[in-house]
């Protein structure tokens, strides 16, 4: 059976020293000239180029190098957006760069920029590139309560005892909102236009904080967690919320009032919009960030958690916006 216990395993145990190293001050001829001499291995595909302090400072495709003029240096053929991985990179993270990139090869830095060594994709077969997919396959399964396991043929009492805790907390949810409903049924009552756009507002509210916790899981793969690291997908998450809210408030606010009229009420409905959706992509990101800190894997318990947590900022919001500004 392949072994892929080594994907957890740091880069620096693997890479190689099979590399050709450049000083930038060279020209494209002189390197052709340098090549000559050396006994070239199949594993070689780009050409690195380091400064006088050997740190890495950009990398020669071997097809760009043939392409250019002998006379041209190399530091105006090199590429100096490099792509690099750490010692401390998992391989399986090094081969997710490697795809995500289109790369044959990623050099090693360390923490002064110095070249240390390579990965490139011949540390990675089919069957581990596959074990990648079927990882993230199964992230995808974990989000709707389920396991990649259930994909096979398996009983039917043990689909039952994967998916109904699942249910179960999609129950308590929707009791919860229920509960705060009721206490808002004579206001539904006086305004009709409320019952009638309820159910997009969730849908919208429950749509945003998946998004947002879908991208926040994917983050949280790459590395320990951290309540520092939060801080920047927060933000990031909080002004695409804020466009996503004003947009989708503005439209449905605009169709309340060209379809029923009522000035007020449409303000009203557009407005707890914008407040549910901005809500809602925050919960997404500080969910599952809050159940990581707690040692929980996020993947299982953040999706119904964070569905019930929207679904009940969103009914809040819109009835409690109707009252303030219809009073």
């Known amino acids: 059976m392949f072994k892929t216990d080594f994907l957890d395993e740091p880069v620096k145990q693997y890479s190689h020293q099979d590399f050709v190293r450049l000083a930038d001050n060279m020209t494209v001829g002189q390197v052709i000239s340098q090549l000559q001499q050396c006994d070239l291995s199949e594993r070689i595909m780009y050409l690195y180029v380091t400064d006088t302090h050997e740190r890495l400072v950009g990398v020669v495709p071997v097809r760009r190098l043939l392409g250019s003029s002998t006379d041209t240096q190399i530091k105006e053929v090199m590429i100096k957006k490099i792509v690099t991985v750490s010692p401390e990179t998992t391989m399986e993270q090094a081969g997710a760069v490697l795809l995500k990139h289109k790369l044959l090869a990623i050099p090693v830095v360390?923490?002064?920029?110095?070249?240390?060594?390579?990965?490139?994709?011949?540390?990675?077969?089919?069957?581990?590139?596959?074990?990648?997919?079927?990882?993230?396959?199964?992230?995808?399964?974990?989000?709707?309560?389920?396991?990649?396991?259930?994909?096979?043929?398996?009983?039917?009492?043990?689909?039952?005892?994967?998916?109904?805790?699942?249910?179960?907390?999609?129950?308590?949810?929707?009791?919860?909102?229920?509960?705060?409903?009721?206490?808002?049924?004579?206001?539904?009552?006086?305004?009709?236009?409320?019952?009638?756009?309820?159910?997009?507002?969730?849908?919208?509210?429950?749509?945003?904080?998946?998004?947002?916790?879908?991208?926040?899981?994917?983050?949280?793969?790459?590395?320990?967690?951290?309540?520092?690291?939060?801080?920047?997908?927060?933000?990031?998450?909080?002004?695409?919320?804020?466009?996503?809210?004003?947009?989708?408030?503005?439209?449905?606010?605009?169709?309340?009032?060209?379809?029923?009229?009522?000035?007020?009420?449409?303000?009203?409905?557009?407005?707890?919009?914008?407040?549910?959706?901005?809500?809602?992509?925050?919960?997404?990101?500080?969910?599952?960030?809050?159940i990581k800190s707690l040692r929980v894997d996020p993947k299982v318990a953040a999706g119904p958690v964070v569905l019930a947590c929207a679904d009940v900022c969103t009914l809040l919001y819109y009835f409690n916006m109707m009252r303030i500004i219809g009073q």
């Not at 074990?131 to 994909?151: C, I």
């Not at 899981?217 to 790459?222: G, H, N």
């Open 110 to 290: 360390d923490g002064q920029g110095c070249m240390v060594g390579i990965v490139d994709m011949n540390h990675f077969t089919e069957d581990t590139l596959s074990m990648g997919r079927k990882s993230q396959l199964d992230s995808m399964f974990q989000l709707m309560g389920l396991h990649l396991s259930l994909g096979r043929k398996v009983s039917p009492w043990l689909m039952f005892r994967e998916r109904f805790p699942w249910l179960l907390c999609n129950v308590a949810s929707g009791i919860l909102c229920a509960m705060v409903t009721a206490q808002y049924e004579l206001l539904i009552q006086e305004v009709i236009i409320l019952a009638m756009f309820m159910t997009v507002v969730l849908a919208l509210g429950e749509s945003v904080s998946m998004q947002a916790m879908v991208i926040t899981l994917q983050r949280m793969q790459a590395g320990p967690f951290s309540w520092k690291a939060v801080w920047s997908p927060l933000q990031r998450e909080g002004i695409a919320a804020l466009m996503l809210a004003v947009g989708c408030g503005t439209i449905i606010g605009l169709t309340a009032f060209l379809w029923k009229g009522g000035g007020w009420a449409s303000l009203a409905i557009g407005t707890s919009l914008i407040f549910s959706i901005l809500s809602a992509g925050l919960i997404g990101v500080l969910i599952p960030a809050l």
